[in-house]
């Protein structure tokens, strides 16, 4: 199984391994200066990437392209458009150009706005965030994308956090220069845990409120609930555990590093953490995942609730963010074995416990939602 996961791991994912492996050197150079420093993208280098990546994706399969984007819907949102291109002959080749990878324009008007979009400026863009890998789903190039309106503002969930991990890396430079440290960027690093439900398909089918709402809105309390514990990491069901062996593989396939699955302290909640992995991409995999959950356990006569409280009386589905920031070599969060060490840890733990008291009201308004609420 280990050299089959080995083998398997990011088979779908157009990493710096392919990268690196197909890339001309010159093009895989100016890549690397992107997404390492942030340097603007060349368009012909962007062509260069764009063809390359066309003919690794048709290898898998892939016969059309998205760019995968996250509107403030709470879901992630595609449009597939076709390599096709008739040439007038009555055959057709296949094309990928360096402007198709890098913008698209997709119609924002019916996405929610907030009120930040003017009715006569209908079109939306989405940029390419090199920084997360495109990757194969469904014969389709997913290529991960930011969204924003006709005059720049942000709608979606990606381009408010790339902002915000920019800024945060700007002062913490800065910080650290300070204490003697040559460093171009530091990263923010999270690993999502994701608890979920799986009940059966036909229990799911019987309940209205819960096809239509994702949680039970009536009802008797369970003769038992989590009152003994004994859920709470217990054996784990068989077509639970085949449901979880797909998912792994499947998350595999994606680069997602899927390490831990356990029962949780429900009846029939379940968890699975990742291996952390930097802000913008772990969210990315946290999306995956989660679709990646409903679509596989219907498989297995199951149906997956990602609602943060679906049953009253037992606990809700949390997801439990470990967060931190780091350079390369250092995470910034880590108590030092020298005074001066700890100096450095102190200086960055204040700072963000002076930031989380300051802007509390930001912070929980972020994650302020009706499941939420009811968890």
């Known amino acids: 199984m280990a050299a089959n996961v080995m083998e398997i791991y990011g088979s779908k994912v157009f990493n710096e391994h392919v ?18 420093k942030g340097a603007p993208l060349d368009i012909e280098v962007a062509n260069v990437v764009a063809s390359v990546m066309k003919r690794w994706a048709m290898e898998l ?9 996250q509107p403030l819907t709470g879901i992630t949102s595609e449009k597939h458009d076709g390599f096709v291109s008739p040439v007038g002959d009555g055959t057709a080749i296949m094309e990928f150009s360096g402007k198709e990878l890098v913008r698209g324009e997709p119609d924002a008007s019916s996405f929610p706005s907030g009120g930040l979009r003017a009715t006569c400026e209908a079109r939306g863009y989405t940029a390419w965030d090199p920084t997360s890998y495109a990757f194969v789903k ?15 503002e942000a709608l979606d969930k990606k381009t408010p956090l790339l902002r915000s991990m920019n800024a945060l890396s700007n002062q913490a430079v800065r910080i650290l220069k300070l204490f003697g440290k040559d460093v171009d960027y530091v990263s923010t690093t999270v690993g999502p845990e994701q608890e979920y439900f799986l009940i059966k398909k036909e229990d799911y089918e019987a309940r209205q409120d819960l096809i239509l709402t994702g949680r039970t809105l009536f009802g008797a309390p369970s003769a038992k609930g989590q009152e003994l514990e004994e859920h709470y990491f217990g054996v784990i069901r068989p077509e639970v555990s085949e449901f979880m062996k797909e998912l792994d593989e499947e998350l595999w396939k994606l680069g997602i590093p899927a ?22 991409v772990a969210i990315d995999h946290n999306l995956l995942t989660m679709e990646m959950m409903k679509k596989i356990a219907p498989k297995y006569g199951l149906v997956c609730l990602q609602h943060e409280k679906p049953f009253e009386g037992v606990n809700g ?12 070599h250092e995470n910034l969060l880590d108590p030092g074995d020298t005074p001066m060490e700890n100096l450095q840890f102190l200086v960055f733990l204040a700072a963000v416990i002076k930031a989380v008291d300051e802007y509390a009201d930001l912070l929980r308004t972020s994650v302020a939602t009706p499941g939420n609420d009811h968890r």
């Open 317 to 328: 589905s949390g997801k439990h963010n470990n967060w931190s920031m780091s350079t390369t």
């Open 259 to 280: 390490k831990t699955k356990h029962n949780e302290v429900a009846p029939c909640q379940h968890e699975l953490a990742p291996i952390f992995d930097t802000t913008n």
């Open 61 to 69: 399969g892939a016969t059309h392209y998205t760019h995968w984007f």
């Open 19 to 36: 990268m690196k492996e197909r890339l001309p050197s010159a093009t895989y150079k100016s890549l690397k200066n992107t997404l390492h």
């Open 138 to 152: 469904d014969d389709v190039l997913c290529i991960p994308t930011a969204f924003v309106s006709y005059t720049g």
